[in-house]
């Protein structure tokens, strides 16, 4: 088994254009607590910002890496089945860190096929390597399989974006609770006053028009009032926190998929329902004290659905210090204009009922 080691930054160098990392994932012991013990993966990946390739190299011997028979040259393209082609290098070095924390997670990886070497077009095969963790009392064991893959992306054009944050807590109202930061985890809760902090979301808000219809969408990136800590879809359930820098916008493009991003969908003054961009038709969804993503047909599905359903409570950061208090009930909720899209299908929801 490999060293455990104390991931304090990634370690990088630049080199015409080209960044190299280090792959860490969570430790096994650690997924239920605050610590942050990573274990090496065995592997390193080079992002070329030119071509927006993420690349496998430097495989370790004996390292999980090899275990999992992942090859150097092997072109990594998705995380938990979210496309991360044109992602931002950290941001990728970070996502699979994030995912860890399940017991189970994929890599979909992009491999030329030995046939197409003797090819003027070389071949190459899509496939999904599971690294699954097993825990044992105090051990742990890793074991590895492989399966046929898919890859998705979408595009967004024309994007807007708030230049201030906006501070908020989520409210689940039909089952009185909030989200809350813990540790790697986003969990559920009754407000605690006195952990504000983990109560309360910077919210950054994009406007933007969905390339494939032309309708206008909105999204929102959830993070952490106090660090650079993200709300992200781990996975076609699992959502959980990511660590990185915040997202810097190109060319008012958004040209590429992200875990982090949520479509905002709100139908009346109060509630608000969440979309995963990366994992459409799964919203972000509460039972009990688990936070998670929910696969719902459509919209008009969600509209009596408690585990889907968000107020947005706005509340006011003191510039001084870490400090909070609730905007008073009588201000109205002040997220996204509604969009479209929910407007239509609320009408043609209320129309059938």
Not at 2 to 16: A, G, N, T
Not at 81 to 91: E, G, K, T
Not at 285 to 313: M, P, Y
């Amino acid at each position: 088994m490999q060293d455990l080691k104390r991931l304090k930054s990634v370690e990088e160098f630049e080199d015409h254009g080209k960044i190299q990392s280090e792959v860490n994932i969570l430790h096994p012991a650690h997924k239920q607590s605050s610590e942050f013990t990573y274990h090496t993966f065995g592997m390193e990946l080079i992002n070329d910002h030119r071509q927006g390739k993420h690349v496998i190299a430097n495989i370790q011997k004996g390292g999980l890496a090899e275990q999992a028979k992942l090859r150097e040259n092997d072109e990594l393209h998705a995380i938990n089945h979210l496309d991360i082609i044109h992602w931002h290098h950290d941001v990728v070095i970070q996502q699979v860190a994030a995912v860890s924390v399940e017991d189970e997670f994929t890599l979909s990886i992009k491999r030329m096929s030995c046939s197409g070497k003797r090819k003027t077009m070389p071949e190459y095969l899509h496939v999904a390597v599971v690294v699954k963790c097993i825990v044992q009392g105090d051990s742990f064991r890793f074991e590895f399989s492989v399966s046929d893959d898919c890859i998705d992306k979408s595009f967004i054009g024309d994007v807007q974006t708030n230049a201030t944050p906006e501070y908020y807590r989520l409210q689940n109202i039909m089952q009185d609770s909030y989200l809350k930061f813990s540790g790697p985890r986003l969990v559920a809760t009754e407000l605690v006053e006195d952990d504000k902090e983990s109560f309360t979301f910077s919210v950054t808000r994009f406007t933007g028009l969905d390339s494939s219809d032309g309708n206008t969408v909105y999204i929102w990136v959830l993070g952490s009032s106090h660090k650079q800590s993200y709300v992200s879809v781990l996975s076609t359930q699992a959502v959980g926190i990511q660590n990185g820098q915040k997202y810097r916008l190109k060319n008012r493009k958004i040209s590429k998929p992200d875990s982090r991003f949520f479509f905002a969908h709100k139908v009346d003054l109060q509630r608000h329902y969440l979309e995963s961009m990366v994992q459409p038709n799964h919203y972000l969804a509460c039972s009990g004290s688990k936070v998670f993503l929910k696969s719902v047909a459509s919209l008009k599905r969600c509209i009596n659905d408690s585990e889907v359903t968000f107020v947005f409570v706005p509340v006011q950061k003191s510039s001084s210090s870490h400090s909070y208090r609730t905007v008073a009930s009588s201000v109205h909720i002040c997220p996204p204009s509604e969009s479209p899209g929910a407007a239509r299908e609320l009408r043609e929801y209320q129309t059938t009922v």
